[in-house]
């Protein structure tokens, strides 16, 4: 036993330095640090893995150092020319806005090429994140979540050259009407763009990035106000869910470069571009938890030639169920032309209370896609019986149109 294990530790010890590197990586930071005890080797192999990730909540006590001292100790003992990742986990009132603004110094000291912040309170206080923050020639990919107060005056204040992905969930904004904006136009390389909102507030944002490839906006009350337009040019894939009154410009017309939509928009409260075509989409998931929904469906199907995946998601997460579509619907008198040439694969989940709604829509698809490959079903709620009624049904409708089609009932 005792002669294996000392096997196994050479073994180890004669693994490439790069790859030993890569496997202390996978460890928290703490548990990276503590292989300096397995032997003399060890001691400082930890000061050259470049991911370094903290926690307050796991490593809040470290022997006789407090956590902030911790951090700033393994941070200056480090020693990597290049700091691929650091992830911060704190509570703002342990830990206080010099530290936390220290640690993201030294980061960038370190050449960090991404930075994670997610800093809880107790009391609602905020970690203002530094204007000298906001410039980094290293930074590919910015992170920050919950109690980070973003303030960017003016549009010199923020230079991210080599930014390509930005999250900002659920932080405030000292300036709202300029400071999302601001921080935009100094991220001339910006791929991924993902921000979030958890209270309803008067926003407008100007979001103008022609390089911007992904998007996705999520508000859990509605983000009311969103102004201004899109231009992102090389735009592949969008995700827009729970935002309402949007307003000067249309939020849909901006997007008919994607390629993938994911949209939970009500028709009441958005302008849809009646003259736009979406040539490039090929996957549509629409949420049927807005006023309007059906309608919406229509619309988009009518300019989308080339669609050929197509889910409509009743089971979106944070929907509420009571909040159902009452409006009648009436079915296309013309025959969309995706649903003729290209649609091959349709998804339709929701759940038990809003079946009725979207049955008739399910079918109209079913009836009228000549090219349907796969359908899926998927309702939640049915009991075996139920189930069985609507396979028939559904069966039924398919064979009406198409013989080839595969239709599955999931749970």
């Known amino acids: 036993m005792k002669q294996g294990l000392v096997n196994d530790e050479d073994m180890i010890s004669r693994l490439p330095e790069e790859l030993i590197l890569h496997i202390l990586s996978f460890l928290p930071t703490q548990g990276a640090v503590a292989t300096s005890a397995l032997a003399k080797q060890w001691r400082s192999r930890w000061k050259m893995v470049p991911v370094l990730d903290f926690d307050y909540e796991s490593d809040c006590q470290s022997g006789d150092e407090t956590f902030p001292e911790m951090v700033c100790r393994v941070l200056l003992s480090h020693e990597a020319p290049v700091l691929e990742r650091l992830r911060v986990r704190v509570l703002f009132e342990e830990c206080g806005a ?168 009500s028709l009441e409260k958005i302008t849809f571009p009646m003259s736009s075509i979406f040539y490039q989409l090929v996957y549509l998931e629409l949420g049927l938890a807005s006023a309007g929904w059906r309608n919406l469906l229509v619309l988009m199907l009518d300019r989308s030639p080339k669609l050929q995946v197509l889910k409509l998601n009743g089971r979106w997460r944070y929907d509420r169920i009571d909040d159902l579509d009452e409006e009648e619907w009436s079915q296309p008198k013309n025959v969309a032309e995706c649903l003729l040439f290209s649609l091959e694969t349709f998804v339709w989940k929701c759940r038990r209370e809003r079946l009725e709604e979207g049955k008739e829509v399910a079918e109209y698809i079913l009836r009228n896609a000549c090219r349907l490959k796969r359908a899926t079903v998927s309702i939640q709620g049915l009991n075996s019986e139920e189930r069985l009624d609507l396979l028939e049904e559904m069966e039924c409708v398919v064979r009406a149109s198409t013989s080839s089609c595969q239709l599955l009932l999931l749970d």
């Open 98 to 265: 010099t530290a936390i603004g220290t640690w993201v110094g030294i980061a960038y000291a370190r050449h960090v090429r991404e930075l994670y912040l997610d800093v809880s309170s107790a009391k609602e206080s905020y970690f203002k994140f530094p204007r000298s923050l906001y410039k980094c020639e290293t930074l590919e990919t910015l992170k920050l979540r919950n109690r980070v107060l973003v303030h960017v005056p003016c549009a010199s204040a923020a230079c991210l050259k080599s930014l390509r992905n930005l999250h900002l969930s659920y932080v405030d904004y000292e300036d709202e009407a300029s400071s999302l904006g601001n921080l935009l136009a100094g991220c001339p390389k910006l791929e991924n763009l993902e921000v979030s909102r958890r209270y309803s507030r008067d926003v407008e944002t100007l979001i103008a990035v022609p390089s911007l490839q992904r998007l996705r906006i999520d508000d859990l009350n509605h983000w009311h106000g969103l102004g201004g337009g899109y231009n992102a040019t090389e735009l592949v894939e969008a995700k827009i869910s729970h935002v309402s009154n949007i307003v000067n410009d249309n939020i849909v017309g901006s997007l008919t470069s994607a390629k993938r939509l994911c949209l939970n928009l």
